[in-house]
Nanobody, 125 residues
Framework: QVQLVESGGGLVQAGGSLRLSCAAS????????MGWFRQAPGKEREFVAS????????AHADSVKGRFTISRNNARSTLYLQVNSLKPEDTAVYYC??????????????????WGQGTQVAVSS
């Protein structure tokens, strides 16, 4: 139905920046609330950011607020996460996800229906 493919991860120094992308195919991209989650080794998956269908509403986890920015381009069927001022604790696999269950940005991973395979972000100190 919906396929999500993340890209843009890599190894960066603390304080550096990356722009993660999530390309969607199948379905109608603009109908989905989208989100970014991350999972560090040995830890639970955690919410990072979410964005409304139109892109006009967003939510960011307190741990990344002011450093990360979620956005989307519905014409390109692509979700983005700009990550700035990276810290070693940001090291994780970053996943994008799509929800057809909610109408507003959501932090609960249970409401997301489709998930990508993830892209690795590694931040060196």
């Amino acid at each position: 139905q919906v396929q999500l493919v993340e890209s843009g991860g890599g190894l960066v120094q603390a304080g550096g920046s990356l722009r993660l992308s999530c390309a969607a195919s199948g379905g109608t991209f603009s109908m989905y609330v989208m989100g970014w989650f991350r999972q560090a080794p040995g830890k639970e998956r955690e919410f990072v950011a979410s964005i409304s269908r139109s892109g006009r509403g967003t939510a960011h986890a307190d741990s990344v607020k002011g450093r990360f920015t979620i956005s989307r381009n519905n014409a390109r069927s692509t979700l983005y996460l700009q990550v700035n001022s990276l810290k070693p604790e940001d090291t994780a696999v970053y996943y994008c996800a799509a929800s057809k269950k909610v109408a507003d940005p959501a932090a609960e991973d249970a409401v997301y229906d489709y998930w990508g395979q993830g892209t690795q972000v590694a931040v060196s100190s």
